[in-house]
């Protein structure tokens, strides 16, 4: 295919992979008549692998990431999908790089399409194709379309909530760097170019939501979670990129009984592999930027019970997702624990930013605590997760760890 060719696809249900010299993220947008998301929902990727229609699936590093779209399941209200790709090395252009994208038979793995955008060299995303539906009929266009911005750039675009700091909030809608394809003819294509936003970005730091109703910042000060209630580590319109602790807690819940519970933070990478642990047989990790304060073996005592520091400024590139674990060794189950928490404090001053209490137990010996997931804009969330797990180390808390990010 050449940019702005298009081709019916003779089957309901095809996989998009996009290949490359070089690894890539690869995702998908479900659009609206107006170009638009419906939600954040509608966007596709590694952190949220399905949607109405539409799932992702991770090449795992030795495979194309690869997008499968079932039209017939596909909502009414969407007239198109868009299928991105962005090199997964932070900073890393499309220069000197020619990726691919295979259109195939998700069924059958008939070869439908192939295209490879040209002349590419400092965008740092593209929308490579879409697939779209005209007077009843699902096709298949190429479209090539570079951003400078990023995957953010693009998501933006198309309406997707990306927070930027404060300063960045006075910019101008992200515009593409590559002039679009030409036009194609008006009986079967509409303009490739994705729609410019008619109104500028909303404000980075919005008011805080009700509870429950969505992600909060930390301008209001300590912040309280709920089970999987979310908040971005941003303060003042900037993104949190000091040290912080986060301190897990636990008591016994029949006096005088020692509980020997393990806390840990387990690293990620963006497509959810695992890449190394912190726990009291491994104290520090990352060259430094996590470090582990030490085994507690008995929980008794007030305050926290194991502390781990983490140098958010310090986190390599290549670690996107942070999960905080509890783990019972000796086999002892949740159902003997009272008052597990976990806390994020700053370092630097002791101040407690956020907090989450568990609430529940279950006859389990492993707790998924909370997560910090790396934003596309630079920040960290925080969410509270509380999911109880089958494990008593921290090589078995790694894949449930994978599977909530």
């Not at 996009?18 to 479900?30: E, I, N, Q």
């Not at 005088?256 to 387990?266: M, N, P």
């Not at 007030?302 to 942070?322: C, F, K, N, Y």
Request: with cysteine; glycine share 12%; aromatic share 6%.
């Amino acid at each position: 295919m050449t940019p702005g060719s298009n081709t019916p696809l003779p089957v309901a249900r095809v996989t998009v992979d996009v290949a490359a010299p070089v690894r890539l993220d690869v995702s998908g947008l479900l659009l609206t008549a107006d170009g638009k998301v419906r939600s954040d929902d509608d966007f596709i990727f590694y952190n949220q692998p399905t949607g109405p229609g539409v799932t992702y699936r991770s090449g795992g590093g030795t495979a194309p990431d690869a997008i499968t779209i079932d039209t017939a399941a596909v909502p009414p209200d969407i007239e198109k999908i868009v299928v991105t790709a962005s090199p997964d090395a932070a900073g890393r252009t499309f220069q000197g790089v020619e990726p691919t994208a295979t259109v195939r038979d998700t069924d059958g793995g008939t070869v439908l399409a192939t295209f490879t955008p040209p002349q590419l060299g400092t965008e740092t995303a593209l929308v490579v194709v879409e697939i779209y539906r005209r007077g009843g009929q699902w096709k298949v266009r190429a479209v090539g379309q570079g951003y400078a911005e990023g995957l953010a750039g693009i998501a933006t675009d198309f309406g997707v909530s990306v927070e930027e700091p404060a300063a960045a909030s006075a910019a101008p809608p992200q515009q593409p760097v590559a002039p679009p394809p030409p036009p194609a003819p008006p009986a079967v294509q509409s303009p490739v170019a994705p729609q410019v936003p008619a109104a500028p970005p909303a404000p980075a730091t919005p008011p805080p939501p009700a509870p429950g109703a969505g992600k909060i910042n930390l301008d209001k000060g300590r912040v309280s979670l709920r089970k999987n209630q979310t908040v971005s580590l941003v303060k003042g319109g900037s993104p949190l990129l000091s040290q912080v602790r986060m301190g897990l807690g636990w008591e016994p819940a029949f006096r005088g009984k020692d509980i020997d519970l393990d806390a840990s933070v387990i690293a990620y990478g963006p497509q959810r592999n695992h890449i190394d642990s912190c726990y009291f047989g491994k104290l520090t990790i990352l060259n430094g930027a996590i470090r582990h304060s030490g085994d507690n073996l008995t929980g008794e005592g007030g305050g926290d019970d194991e502390v781990i520091t983490v140098d958010l400024g310090r986190i390599p590139q290549e670690v996107t997702g942070l999960v905080f674990t509890v783990n019972s060794f000796s086999g002892q189950k949740f159902t003997e624990v009272a008052k597990a928490y976990c806390r994020l404090m700053d370092a630097a001053t002791g101040e407690e930013l956020v907090r989450f209490d568990l609430t529940g137990a279950e006859p389990q010996t492993g707790v998924l605590m909370a997560k910090l997931v790396r934003q596309f804009s630079g920040e960290w969330d925080m969410t509270a997760m509380g999911d109880f797990v089958k494990a008593r180390t921290v090589r078995n808390m790694a894949e449930p760890g994978a599977r909530a990010l």
